[in-house]
């Protein structure tokens, strides 16, 4: 169970850089209007604030903690 809420909290922290860092993986196949231009980590995650709002840096949360757990519980 602790390894599950280790897992969990992991899922938890990592989110916001792990949303950034699929947004920069995928931004190549984007028309050039809706492209973030992130130059970094920080810049994604302070961007993603001033235009999306704060609690939008846990998109995708829920599946990215259950596999989490269930690795780390395993």
Same mark, same amino acid.
């Given at each position: 169970m602790i390894s599950g809420f280790a &897992?969990? *909290? &992991?899922?938890? /922290?990592?989110?916001p850089f792990e949303l /950034?860092? /699929?947004r920069q993986i995928y931004? &190549?196949? *984007? =028309? #050039? #209007?809706q492209r973030r231009n992130y130059k970094g980590a920080l810049n994604g995650v302070g961007t993603t604030i001033l235009t999306e709002g704060f609690p939008? *840096?846990?998109? &995708?949360?829920? =599946?990215?903690a259950l596999k989490a757990i269930a690795l780390n519980a395993s």
């Open positions: &897992g969990f *909290l &992991g899922a938890f /922290v990592s989110n /950034v860092m /699929v931004e &190549g196949a *984007l =028309p #050039s #209007s939008a *840096l846990w998109k &995708g949360f829920f =599946p990215t």
